[in-house]
Each structure stands twice: as structure tokens, then as C-alpha cells.
């Protein structure tokens, strides 16, 4: 079986290693479990899909996010998020990671909206925290509206500055045109220009959306391993705990202190923790 709780579950079978000094990159995860993987790419690795199977979809896409401190590496150029569909992943039939998830037997299209994990360590003074957590704890607010919203503060600082009248309905629209990652993304290239240009769209956490943050979040105790899913029903903890006991063994499922811990922005989260 393949899903992102299988995977918790090979991380819990090695976690001791997480206090280890090198990269998570090379961390030995169990690779029967992964589609494809990729350092420095958006996903750093996804989970097998699985065929037939209701409780488990697999197909989870996971980033890696290691830190020399308790603050959450930058995103370099792929906005955090929730949910991602693997059509904008997956952006031309010679894709590596196409090719990888094909090869291990992927029927790509058939689950079309992935959901997006990030494995967060963060280390300082030999202590350690870990967290793989759901992308939504960092996507308060959709890509576009992120986007257009600050694009409009661009363009709000710079009529002030100018002094120039603009249409509210010409504003509007250069606010609206301007709230697709993609229109940044690409290489542009200019008549007798030697060097070609492409912005690049970075992210960093606030306090109040770093997990790692201990005074915001200190339920995330120093030397742990932690799980943390979207927990905004009754329904959402119903099936996280389904899911977490055909994962895990009751033996091991006492081994976990188990709580829900209150987003600043974005409603509660459950955590599934033990210690390291």
C-alpha cells in the first residue's frame, strides 16, 4: 500500500536517523513507496498511486524543507500549497518526472489533483524538529489571490510614487492579468539583448506559518517527529485516524501523543507526535 502515511510510517522506523547531520535529500526513504524522485525540483519525490483502492489514493507530491535553524526554508519558485494539479507539474511529455512516475507504473491522469506535503527539519543547539505536514498549514490564501494582491502593492507603491492617475478598471485588470505564477516563471527574451530575463517568485514564512516557530507553535516540541494534517471537521479527524490505524500497529499507535494545534490563520491541525 502506498500513501503518504505509509510513508510517516518508514520515517517513524528510522527516526532517530532525523538527528543525524547530513541532508534530508539523502535520507533513506523507502523507495518502494515513491514514484519519482528528484532533488532541487518541484516534488522532491511523490507517492505511488494505487489502483482500486478507496481509503488510499496515494499520489501525494512531497517537497523537502531542511534548515540550520527553527525557521522553515525559503520555496524557491513553486508556491506552497495545499493541492496541485499534476497537469501543471507535469508540463511536457519529455518530463523527467513524468517518465519516472510512468515507469513505476503510474496511471498519471487518473487522480488529476494531488495533495502537496512538505517534510520540514529544523535544527539549533543539537536539538531537533521535524514535521510532514499537509501544504495547506502554509497556503492561507490561494496562489492567484496571493499573487494578485501583492503584484497590486507593486503597482499602488509605484503610481504613488509617480504621481500618475490610473483607471480603477485599468488597475484592476493589470491586478487580475498578473495573478498566475506562470506569468513569471518563464524565460523572457528581448531583441539584442545578450542575457535573457525570467523573475523568479521566492517564499518565505511568516512567524504565524512557521511550524518550527517556538512561540508560535509550541506544541512542536524540540526532538520529535511529527504529522500534521488539515483538521477542519469532524470528518477530517474521523479519516485521519482511519487512515493512521491501518497504517499502524495499536502497539504503535500508543506510542504517539495525539492533539490538534490551532493555526493562526487557518483553523486547527492535527498532530500525530513522538519523540525522536
Known amino acids: 500500500m502506498n500513501s503518504i502515511y505509509h510513508l510517516f510510517k518508514s520515517l517513524f522506523n528510522q527516526k532517530s536517523r532525523f538527528k543525524e547531520s547530513g541532508k534530508l535529500e539523502v535520507f533513506p526513504f523507502d523507495e518502494s513507496l515513491l514514484s519519482c524522485k528528484n532533488a532541487g525540483q518541484f516534488p522532491d519525490m511523490a507517492i505511488k498511486l494505487n489502483k482500486g483502492e478507496k481509503l488510499f489514493t496515494g ?53 488529476p489533483v494531488r495533495e502537496v506535503f512538505y517534510l520540514v527539519r529544523g535544527r539549533k543547539r543539537g536539538k531537533v524538529k521535524v514535521a510532514l505536514v499537509h501544504g495547506s498549514f502554509f497556503e492561507t490564501i490561494n496562489t492567484e489571490e496571493l499573487i494578485s494582491k501583492s503584484f497590486s502593492q507593486v503597482l499602488e507603491e509605484r503610481i504613488k510614487q509617480s504621481g500618475i492617475a490610473v483607471d480603477e478598471d485599468l488597475k484592476e485588470l493589470l491586478i487580475t492579468t498578473f495573478s498566475e505564477q506562470e506569468s513569471f516563471s518563464k524565460v523572457r527574451t528581448v531583441d539584442k539583448a545578450s542575457v535573457k530575463l525570467r523573475f523568479r517568485v521566492m517564499t518565505e514564512v511568516k512567524a504565524e506559518g512557521n511550524i518550527l516557530n517556538s512561540t508560535k507553535y509550541p506544541e512542536i516540541a524540540e526532538d520529535t517527529l511529527n504529522l500534521v494534517l488539515p483538521c477542519h471537521s469532524q470528518a477530517d479527524e474521523e479519516i485521519a485516524i482511519k487512515k493512521m490505524k491501518r497504517a499502524f500497529n495499536k502497539t504503535q499507535l500508543e506510542q504517539f501523543k495525539v492533539f490538534k494545534l490551532k493555526h493562526h490563520f487557518n483553523g486547527f491541525f492535527l498532530v500525530f507526535q513522538i519523540n525522536l
Open 59 to 111: 499520489g501525494e507530491l512531497i517537497e523537502l524543507k531542511d534548515s540550520d535553524s527553527y525557521m522553515v526554508s525559503s520555496f524557491n519558485s513553486t508556491i506552497p500549497s495545499g493541492k496541485k494539479e499534476i497537469a501543471k507539474v507535469i508540463k511536457s511529455e519529455n518530463s523527467i518526472i513524468r517518465q519516472q512516475m510512468e515507469t513505476a507504473g503510474d496511471d498519471i491522469n487518473s487522480l
